[in-house]
């Protein structure tokens, strides 16, 4: 008994104050909760399991496999809850678990993550949400830190609404300090991702184009992103992009110090030399460090992983350990290597997620790379009535790269015709493109375009998450192993 109370997150009174609940014959002498869960194939021994309704699903239809898999507790919306009492009464007679009333399942389950982090109060809790590079900066934010406390973090894309509640339950009494992403698709999400965590240090990577067609504008984007600040507190630091055009704007307001991030922000950096796609080496205070993410952007976002350790007390030689041990996250700024068909190419995987910026900085990296290329470019996703413009936009900056004569453009997806006429307004030829992005219409533009290539190439994969490009990378390695196999 000892050991499972150490476990318990929340007791059942504390849960049912922050989510403003009452319970319905709370059984089986349940008196907390030692984990939480969404889906209910995720539940595990003394769960909340939170049934969510969504457009397309109400999750209340798998309480019964929660319960069969061990859910201590369970939220039940009121309005589900009145249309058959009797049936949760009976649950809980025949098994032990308690339901816990709410007007909103979502919301109780924000109002409880809220009362959980209240619970450590001596956490350093940084934010950390951006149109792009929210991820990155996170790893390396964190991969600093690590040299000098012990971190809690978002795992994974856990950013959202729900997304940042599951991880801030990661949190335990050991952990010294806290990284959170905060992403959004909808007015005020980061508001009320900002009321439960109430980071003491926040940061924006920079105001882009990503959901535009959910928020209508940069401005409203700008507008929603800068509520990260909500709850900096005087002593706290606001950590703001210098060179981004809504920069002034984001500071306005902002009750604590604020840290412009970027190169010529900080005369503590020198000796910046780009390596391409080995990723940047730069000095910071005598210290010779070497990014090995490649791309401007991840170099801007590393400054703002220095300028956090350097707010935090960490020494130069810990900020130097942190950067040049960051993890490479898969599909994102991955560099690969093939040898398929005596072909060797080099694959920059960069497919987990895609908006106009980051394609753009995708595309500025691959036009310094020397030698032969292959632009392999899916759809970006919800764009709304920018799309169009944007996919147009695209096409023309990859046909400027298409002029040396020695790069192939593959565009894959409905919304990238857009981008072929305007790569083919431009003059280019021989565009390769397919509207289709099933299985069969990957696996044929490996064998007819990837597998064609010329020894020593380079390989981009950039697209939204939704059109699959990774897969590419997968059907490679197979044949890859296919081949060793064979030898």
Known sequence: MENKRQYTLLTIDELKTAS?????????????????ATDSRD???GSLFVPLIGEFQDGHKYIPQ??????SIIFVAEDEFSKNPEKYENLTKQNAVAFVIVKNTLKALQNAAQAYVEKFPNLIKVAITGSSGKTTTKELCV???????????TQGNLNSETGLPLSVFQIREDDEAGVFEMGMNHKNEIGDLSVILKAKYGIITNIGTAHIGLLGSRQNIAEEKRKVFDFIPEDGVAFIPENDDFSDFLAEGVKSKIVRTGLSSSEKISNVKNLGIEGTEFSYKGEKIHLKLPGSYNFLNALTAVSLGEELGLTPEQIKTGIESVPVLDGRSQILHFSVNLVNLTVLQDCYNANPDSVEKSLSLCS?????????????LELGAESESAHEKIGKIAAEIARDGETKLVFIGPEMKAAVKAAESEGIKNIVYSSEFKADDIERIVKEEILTLADESFVLLKGSHGIGLERIRSYLQRIQEAENEQL
């Open 143 to 153: 991969s600093v830190l690590k040299q000098k406390f012990r971190v809690v973090y």
């Open 368 to 380: 310094s790379v020397k030698g032969r290329k292959c632009l392999v470019l899916g759809d970006m």
């Open 66 to 71: 929660a319960i069969e898999k061990g859910a």
């Open 20 to 36: 403003a609940g009452f319970t319905v014959c709370q059984g089986g002498g349940i008196t907390g909760f030692s984990s939480v």
């Open 43 to 45: 539940v595990k021994e």
